[in-house]
């Protein structure tokens, strides 16, 4: 696969922030919205932003290799920490030397704090301001999770990145739970920077909380921002609320993070949704959408999604998408793909090749067109691909927001018409 580099022609940054074990340039501005592209330096690698990064809960992503997500141009995939810190435990990484060196992984990793998994996951689980205490799925026993537990897990695998521990609600919390979880995840943010082990190699985001309340958040983000982190992540969302307060918590909060540091939404991974938040500030995403939605035999593609189990793709001998040059669409049918996709395991791994090689293409493009400074035209030819005229009615508000105004006819005649406002379909996490 040939991967090309957006950033060949620039060499000075306007402007940049440096820490201990991140560097952060950003190289162009879209002169319309909020979109940048950017270079962030990690001990491990150096990611080009605004990126997608798969999720690998136990070290490794379903159906693929390392060296496969090299191939694919992957910058930086996700660990999860509570599964690792079960198995293999932070004993046997910290002898492997680490999750790059066991995993064998030469480029960027992030690991989430292990904090929602025990929450969503667990039947039983009761937040206290020490920690998480949950119930362990494996011998039922008790535990308590703490930040500074949560952090040691973390110094242990070794990630470039670490994410605090932070008290999760759902994002449909109203009241007063959520002003609770919103201090109490700043005061277990102070509590996971006293523990921190690893400064110089390691970098530990702090998360932005607050549900839907722009008070909140606002504060949340503004508290943040005095801690004087590497990074940021946007949490919170991307778990069933309307999408038109999705957007405006993403937007409110990028207004508010350092314009010089990388800002991380979590758990977002719809292709509508990359080039909707990039164009309010973001920088870094992950899902596992693009591999799970894989394993049900749905190969990702600009207009949406092909559902190769359908019996129409029995005799269509076409490619997933003739437009994409990674190895299942150069080597494989539709038609062959249909007979092993949730069957095989061979149709798991070649539509997983496909769904995160549409991922980099995506964010790929996306990146070049904020450095030739068409962020907008790009904007308004995915949705036309993907929508037609009908686009959904929280997506022509965010982009208006950004002073993108799909209603108003570009050069070729296009305009879109909003559709009624629509949900998350389902948690990204």
């Not at 959408?289 to 190969?299: D, K, L, S, V």
């Amino acid at each position: 696969m040939t991967i090309s580099n957006e950033f060949n022609q620039i060499d000075t940054p306007i402007e940049s922030s440096s820490s201990p074990a991140l560097k952060f340039e950003v190289l162009a501005k879209c002169s319309t919205t909020k979109a940048r592209a950017s270079k962030m330096h990690l001990p491990h690698h150096t990611a080009h932003t605004p990126m997608f990064m798969p999720v690998g809960t136990m070290g490794s992503i379903k159906g693929i290799t390392t060296k496969q997500l090299e191939e694919l141009d992957c910058h930086v995939i996700l660990g999860n920490t509570y599964h690792l810190g079960s198995r293999p435990g932070p004993e046997l990484l910290e002898k492997a030397g680490g999750l790059h060196r066991f995993m064998a992984w030469n480029r960027g990793l992030l690991t989430d704090s292990g904090g929602f998994q025990m929450v969503s996951l667990l039947k039983l689980a009761n937040i206290t301001e020490e920690g998480v205490e949950f119930e362990n799925p494996h011998d039922g026993k008790k535990m308590m999770l703490t930040p500074e537990m949560s952090i040691g897990l973390q110094n242990a695998i070794g990630a470039d990145i670490m994410m605090q521990l932070d008290d999760v609600v759902s994002s449909l919390t109203v009241g007063p739970r959520v002003e609770e979880a919103m201090w109490r995840s700043i005061r277990w943010l102070d509590r996971s920077i006293k523990a921190h082990k690893r400064p110089l190699e390691q970098n530990l985001f702090p998360i932005v909380q607050g549900g839907l309340d722009e008070q909140l958040r606002t504060l949340s983000a503004q508290e943040l921002v005095k801690r004087d982190s590497p990074g940021y992540a946007i949490g919170g969302l991307s778990g069933g609320e309307a999408k038109g307060s999705f957007w405006r918590m993403v937007n409110l909060s990028t207004d508010i993070l350092p314009s010089n540091k990388p800002r991380y939404c979590m758990g977002v991974g719809y292709a509508e949704d990359l080039v909707v938040c990039s164009a309010l500030g973001v920088d870094m995403y992950d899902c596992v959408f693009p591999t799970r939605t894989a394993r049900f035999g749905n190969a990702l593609v600009r207009t949406g999604s092909l559902s190769l189990r359908q019996g129409k793709y029995k005799d269509d001998v076409s490619p997933i998408d003739k437009d994409c040059d990674c190895s299942t669409c150069k080597n494989y049918t539709r038609a062959y793909l249909h007979t092993t996709v949730t069957k095989e395991t061979t149709g798991c791994h070649l539509v997983t090749i496909h769904n995160i090689a549409f991922q980099m293409r995506l964010m790929r493009d996306i990146r070049q067109a904020i450095v030739n400074d068409q962020y907008p035209s790009f904007i308004r030819e995915f949705a036309k691909l993907r929508f037609g005229k009908t686009v959904p009615l929280w997506i022509v508000e965010a982009l208006k927001s950004v002073n993108i105004d799909l209603t108003i006819p570009d050069g070729s005649g296009y305009s879109a018409t909003p559709s009624n406002e629509d949900f998350q379909k389902e948690p990204n996490y």
